[in-house]
């Protein structure tokens, strides 16, 4: 009778502990939110191939005329929409190196401009390969007004009005 008793606990103990357990957490679940490339662009140009969401920073110094500037700006894959990838970006902060022969005046008159284009922002929507393809020349220092002609885009960013 004891080990009858002892069959029966031990298999209700077997039947029912699976009830108790804690479900594992899936460790091969892709992460929430956009991939995080950082200022890797390189990550960003290999997430754009897919339109795989991802964010990221980018730096970009050129020098015009004896002119130095430093843009900061921040970029966003956020998927496909409506068959288009949908790119975002923002400019953070421009700053600009000026000659030493530069009149003050003229420095300052320059940097207030270029002041207001900063937290200017816009998306666009690409076809992928036109995506991946201007970002691409970006990484190689070749930048266009005529990047965002293959895409349609919107937002303050491409306002030729400097308020």
Known sequence: MKKVVLLIGLAAI????????????????????????GTDFDCFIAA??????????SQITTTIFGVQQTTASSLEI???????????LKTEKIELTFPPSVPQDTVQQQKDI????????GTCKFNTTDLTAVLTRWKAGNFSTEDFKV????????????Q
């Open 78 to 88: 956020k998927g496909i929409q409506s068959g288009k990838c949908l790119f975002y």
């Open 114 to 121: 270029y002041k207001k284009l900063e937290g200017r922002d």
């Open 48 to 57: 754009s191939q897919s339109c795989e969401q991802a964010k990221g920073t």
């Open 14 to 37: 077997l039947l029912f502990s699976g009830c108790t357990t804690k479900p594992q957490a899936n460790t091969n679940a892709p992460p929430a939110g956009p991939k995080d490339c």
């Open 151 to 162: 895409a349609e885009c919107e937002g303050s960013y491409f306002s030729n009005q400097i």
